[in-house]
Structures are given as C-alpha cells and as structure tokens.
C-alpha cells in the first residue's frame, strides 16, 4: 500500500462521522432558530468542531495501524497518509464552517456569532483567509493532540495506562484551580487571536508541528498489538 492509497483509505473512513457531524450541527440551528427570541444570538460552530476533530484525532490510529501492518505497509505511508487525510479534512471543515457561517448571517440572517466576524481587519476577503488559516492550524493541532495521546496510550501496558490517565486527570483539576488567579491574563490571551490572527496561527502550527513530531517518534518503531 502506498502513501496515495492510505491516504484515500483514511479519508474514506472518516466521510460517514463528518456527515452524521454536520446533520446534527444543521438540526440544533434549526431547533435554536424556532426557540431564539429576538435579540440573542448563539454560537458555538467552531467550538464543537474543535471537540469533534480532537476526539476524532483519539480514534484514527488503532485500528488504522493495525489495519496497515497486516497489509504489509510501513508506519511511513500510515502516518504520511494520515497526516494527509487529516490536512485536508481540517482545512475542509474550516470551509464548510465559513460557509456555513456566511450562508445563516448573511442569506438566512440567522443570528450566530464566530471568531471570525470580530478579527481586526479592514478587508472582508482577507478577514476570511485570516479565519480560516486560523481554524485550520488549531484544527490541525487539536486533532495531532488526540493523535498522540491515542498512540501514546498504546504503548502503555494497563498499569501505565491507569497511571496516566490518572495523573493527566489530576492534572486537569489542578489546572482549573490554579488559573482562577490569572483570569484577566487569560481574557487578553483569548482577545490577542482577533487581532493578529496569523501570529496565533503560526503559533497553533508550530505546535502541531512539534506534536506531530512526538507522534513519529512513538509510532516509528511500535510493535503491533492486538490486546
């Protein structure tokens, strides 16, 4: 099997979670339309993609990898093709968000609102390349983040696993206590996106890119396991 052939495959694969995605994205907008009162708004489009691609990135690799050692393929064409297939499936959905967006503020004058209608650029056209390289480079690096954490897990034995799992969710906890002192701090970091998009792009790509390069780092050299 060659990296075009993974590639096509790992695309394929993840067709039915993205239409079954996006009926039920286009259902809640129709609900929230018959029950908003004018007046409000709502949002969240580019929230639960984030979630969808993130929770997608956990659940891409077993099976694929395993689907590929015993089609004779090397961990190469696995992880090129899915890099490829994830590329493009990030860069897809951040289309179909603007498009989806445009067509309900624009035509349908549903009220929604997104990240991109408050970038701080002049020009409209370029406001929207702005928009959709930013949720392209998160998009990548939320979806190379559930790659590795997938793939990191599968090396583990169960006890490691319960060790970790644990220690992250701890941590997690930890996180949330330890940032309330700092929450004006985090409103300026989360207002900074709007006004220098690329900048916060280029940052989400760099840690793709250095996620992307643990993932290789773990999957280069892993045995096949079936348990």
């Known amino acids: 099997m060659n990296t ?6 790992q695309l394929k694969e993840c067709r039915s979670a993205l239409t079954i995605y996006y009926i039920i994205i286009l259902l809640i907008f129709a609900i929230a339309s018959i029950g908003m009162s004018s007046g409000n708004s709502t949002s969240g489009l580019e929230a ?49 968000n603007l498009i ?36 392209f480079c998160e998009y990548l690096m939320l979806t190379s983040a559930g790659y590795l954490i997938t793939s990191g897990f599968y090396r583990l034995n169960k006890t490691g696993k319960w060790i970790v799992g644990t220690l992250m969710g701890g941590c997690g906890m930890l996180a949330i206590f330890l940032i309330e ?22 940052i989400f790509l760099v840690v793709a890119t250095m996620i992307l390069s643990f993932c290789w780092l773990l999957i280069r050299k892993m045995p096949a396991k079936t348990a």
């Open 181 to 202: 002192p700092f929450e004006s701090y985090i409103d300026a970091i989360f207002l900074y996106p709007s006004s220098h998009p690329f900048i916060v792009s280029g």
């Open 48 to 96: 639960s993609t984030a979630w969808f691609l993130f929770v997608y990135g956990m659940n891409t690799f077993r099976a694929n990898f395993l689907f590929h050692l015993q089609f004779g393929s090397t961990r190469k064409t696995l992880f090129k093709g899915w890099l490829l297939s994830t590329g493009t499936i990030c860069l897809g959905m951040s289309l179909i």
């Open 4 to 9: 075009a052939t993974s590639f096509r495959l």
């Open 100 to 135: 989806l967006l445009l067509v309900l503020s624009l035509l349908l004058h549903f009220p929604i609102g997104s990240f991109v209608f408050s970038i701080q650029i002049d020009n409209v056209f370029l406001r929207l390349i702005a928009g959709t390289v930013y949720y």
